[in-house]
């Protein structure tokens, strides 16, 4: 192979590689097992493969024989994406081998199928005990693309007698270690994509349980930020104080409506302090005033529970209405 032919190669295996962006626009919160999101993806897959293959590297212009990487983006893209995907994407490099036309249309063909058939089988058999394995999956993306070149190489030798010998020993080396080596770079590439994704979706999952946890709790919980948004409220608070969430949605509404009695830049100043504490900061009791005009007692616990949301710093403050109790110290007296 002439220094021009590795170039091509090389320019076709950085296409390939380049075109994984595709991936970032596919919507992986989607269920991989619906129609829509099976036809999709073999959709963008396709048009990976029109481009890939409309930068072959012809071997042998008399009889039209070419190579390129198509039989890594079917092998990969089946062992990802299952059968479907994996069907059009073959299906669009048969299409277009027959349209290049040549003798090596069969052989090109046989590799695509081969190539699917691989990918396939590696998916079945070893795709869920792998893909959260990071060194496993390496050696697995590795595995793929060797033993899929394997089979390209020996599917050369349905070319005409005449050529095939010189077609195998001129290709071989690319085939059999660059191509793996690229196959496995394309697929940690995708595995990236998936760990980012199921890394966002843990973490939300996180937030929601999180979310639920304060919003259920049978004490009055509140979690406001520096930025002066009270940004979650437990329905125990709401229903103590009557107020709904967007009538004490900010820091300065909260002070307005229960604190009408005190200063309000004295009150506001206490509670901004706790946002430079490092350490849980026990507030101590504020009386406050309901939407009907009663009067609680609440002894507050706060702390600096750092960054929330966007990296705004946030506060955590929970009360324990000692309303009761103050009440019954006032009536011993009393009845002394």
């Given at each position: 192979m002439n220094d021009l032919s590795l170039i091509d190669i090389l320019n076709n295996a950085i296409l390939l590689l380049a075109m994984s962006i595709l991936y970032t626009f596919i919507p992986f919160d989607k269920s991989k097992k619906s129609g829509y999101f099976q036809l999709l993806v073999g959709s963008m897959?396709?048009?990976?493969?029109?481009?890939?293959?409309?930068?072959?590297?012809?071997?042998?212009?008399?009889?039209?024989?070419?190579?390129?990487?198509?039989?890594?983006?079917?092998?990969?893209?089946?062992?990802?994406?299952?059968?479907?995907?994996?069907?059009?994407?073959?299906?669009?490099?048969a299409i277009i081998r027959i349209f290049i036309g040549g003798q090596g249309v069969v052989t090109g063909i046989l590799t695509a199928g081969a190539a699917f058939v691989i990918g396939y089988l590696f998916r079945y058999f070893f795709y869920a005990k792998c893909k959260d394995k990071k060194i496993r999956r390496i050696f697995l993306l590795y595995g793929l693309?060797?033993?899929?070149?394997?089979?390209m190489i020996l599917l050369f030798l349905t070319l005409p007698a005449s050529i095939r010998l010189d077609i195998i020993r001129e290709s071989a080396w690319v085939v059999l270690l660059v191509f793996p080596f690229i196959g496995t770079v394309y697929g940690w590439l995708i595995f990236r994509r998936h760990d980012t994704l199921k890394r966002q979706m843990q973490d939300l999952d996180y937030h929601k349980r999180f979310k639920r946890?304060?919003?259920?709790?049978?004490?009055?919980?509140?979690?406001?930020?520096?930025?002066?948004?009270?940004?979650?409220?437990?329905?125990?608070?709401?229903?103590?104080?009557?107020?709904?969430?967007?009538?004490?949605?900010?820091?300065?509404?909260?002070?307005?409506?229960?604190?009408?009695?005190?200063?309000?830049?004295?009150?506001?100043?206490s509670i901004v302090s706790i946002f430079d504490m490092d350490e849980p900061s026990h507030e101590g009791e504020f009386r406050v005033t309901t939407k009907n005009k009663r009067t609680l007692v609440w002894d507050f616990y706060s702390s600096n529970i750092g960054s929330f949301s966007e990296d705004k710093k946030a506060v955590l403050s929970i009360a324990n209405d000692v309303t009761r109790r103050k009440e019954l110290e006032k009536e011993k007296p009393l009845k002394n």
């Open positions: 897959l396709s048009l990976v493969m029109v481009g890939i293959m409309f930068t072959t590297i012809t071997l042998n212009s008399d009889l039209g024989v070419v190579i390129d990487t198509r039989t890594i983006l079917i092998s990969i893209s089946t062992f990802f994406f299952g059968l479907i995907p994996g069907l059009m994407v073959m299906g669009t490099s693309g060797l033993v899929t070149h394997v089979v946890a304060i919003e259920e709790a049978p004490i009055p919980i509140m979690i406001h930020e520096d930025n002066g948004n009270i940004v979650l409220v437990s329905r125990s608070l709401l229903k103590k104080t009557g107020y709904s969430k967007p009538e004490i949605g900010t820091l300065d509404k909260w002070i307005e409506n229960v604190y009408p009695n005190q200063d309000f830049e004295t009150v506001k100043e």
